[in-house]
């Protein structure tokens, strides 16, 4: 049937509906508005263009609303280096009106470029950075019709593994036993997957309160914690253990050393990553896998710790390094080097369904983070616009929908909001 036929067909039934639906209630230029409002206003890409850019703060990251000219509206979310950035984004924001959202990689740049004496290095400005990138995104998406995953050049897998971060560092002074329960838990919850932390300020064998340099008493309390973990879940469960950053070279090589019978997926960052050569010793020194990148940002942050083979997995926060475009670059790159790539992820699930696109689309997608408070604290559930479980089975089914697939529930946020701070004004 050629499209004349097609559209002389259509517009005849459309025609002979109009009469008996606005005449018979009375109220066409009611039905009319309505008609006109559920008409697909997706139709020209090519001509959509931001007007305005919106931002709120539930204290721990930063919601950006992007709106448009045609009614499609996109989500972003920084996290953990965006506290006090409204003025921040209002100014970026102002920045793009009129431009058109479908040229992610070149806002992107611009904005790297435009301000670099303006802190686009690092911290804070890469990490709004991420939340306009990922609006981007989310946009051209919904614009296109299109999952990101396929924007990002298509996909190599359907679900993403997790494992679960069980946060105990919430507990004060959890004994082994506390360790092994909370690991058995997870693992009957699904999970292949589990992290712990061992870094605790508190530990009473601790010598000194500002330096940290462990004692043998708390790199034994650190070992009994996770071999009582191993024993409990069994060989089969990958175990991650979280230093935080915390601890100095000595430590880092001993505790990397002691670990080496329970198998870890990795330890990581037993040191902060700014010391290139002291990650390249401790990594090259044990068969522990060393991992570390979440307080990296962009590209170039990751670059010499990949080409001098200073770690054995990388694990950008792509709600702070610099988006998911940026993310996938920081992929590609470690692919070159053979280096897994396992993202951080501490946000909502709507930032981890936008992280999950990108896991998608590069080969040597390792794991992705997940937070046991997701699973049991309601406002995850209640700051976003999804309606099936979040994981299944140990792993986070991947969208198929346009964009990122999961949007914010803004009267959802409203609850969690910062107090007198503008709330998508």
């Not at 045609?70 to 924001?93: C, H, N, P, S």
Request: net charge neutral; charged share 20%; aromatic share 10%.
């Amino acid at each position: 049937m050629s499209k004349t036929r097609r559209s002389f067909i259509r517009n005849g039934l459309l025609a002979s509906m109009i009469p008996s639906v606005s005449f018979a209630t009375g109220n066409y230029g009611k039905v009319l508005e309505e008609a006109i409002d559920n008409t697909s206003k997706y139709s020209a890409p090519s001509d959509l263009k931001i007007t305005k850019v919106l931002s709120a703060s539930d204290g721990h990251g930063v919601f950006l609303k992007v709106l448009t000219n045609q009614g499609i509206v996109g989500y972003g979310e920084g996290v953990d280096a965006v506290r006090g950035t409204y003025y921040l984004v209002k100014l970026l924001g102002e920045q793009l009106v009129g431009k058109s959202p479908l040229n992610p990689n070149v806002i992107f740049e611009g904005f790297r470029k435009g301000n670099f004496f303006g802190g686009a290095q690092s911290g804070v400005f890469p990490a709004v950075l991420s939340a306009f990138d990922m609006a981007m995104w989310d946009l051209c998406g919904k614009a296109l019709g299109l999952p990101i995953y396929q924007l990002l050049g298509g996909k190599f897998r359907d679900k993403i593994l997790v494992y679960c971060d069980t946060q105990l560092y919430a507990v004060n002074n959890p004994s082994p036993d506390v360790y092994a329960k909370v690991g058995v838990e997870a693992v009957s919850k699904g999970y292949k997957a589990i992290k712990f932390d061992i870094d605790w300020a508190g530990d009473p064998n601790r010598f000194d309160r500002w330096n940290w340099t462990a004692n043998d008493q708390e790199v034994q309390r650190m070992y009994n914690s996770i071999a009582a973990v191993r024993k409990a879940v069994g060989p089969k469960i990958e175990i991650c253990v979280d230093m935080h950053g915390r601890y100095d070279a000595p430590t880092g090589r001993k505790v990397a050393k002691v670990m080496e019978p329970l198998n870890l997926m990795w330890l990581e960052e037993p040191i902060p990553a700014d010391n290139v050569e002291v990650y390249k010793t401790i990594t090259q020194e044990t068969s522990t896998p060393i991992c570390t990148g979440e307080n990296l940002y962009l590209t170039y942050g990751f670059a010499r710790l990949l080409s001098e083979g200073a770690t054995d997995i990388i694990m950008p926060d792509l709600q702070k390094c610099g988006g998911l475009g940026e993310g996938q670059r920081i992929a590609n790159l470690a692919n070159t080097y053979y280096v897994p790539f396992s993202p951080h992820m501490v946000s909502s699930y709507m930032a981890a369904m936008a992280t999950a696109h990108v896991c998608a689309s590069v080969p040597n997608f390792q794991i992705l983070e997940w937070q046991s408070q997701s699973d049991t604290q309601a406002k995850w559930r209640d700051i976003v616009k999804f309606g099936g479980p979040f994981i299944v089975d140990g792993y986070l089914p991947l969208s198929n929908k346009p964009g990122i697939g999961v949007d914010l529930n803004e009267e959802g946020l409203k609850k969690y909001a910062v107090p007198g701070e503008p709330f998508f004004e």
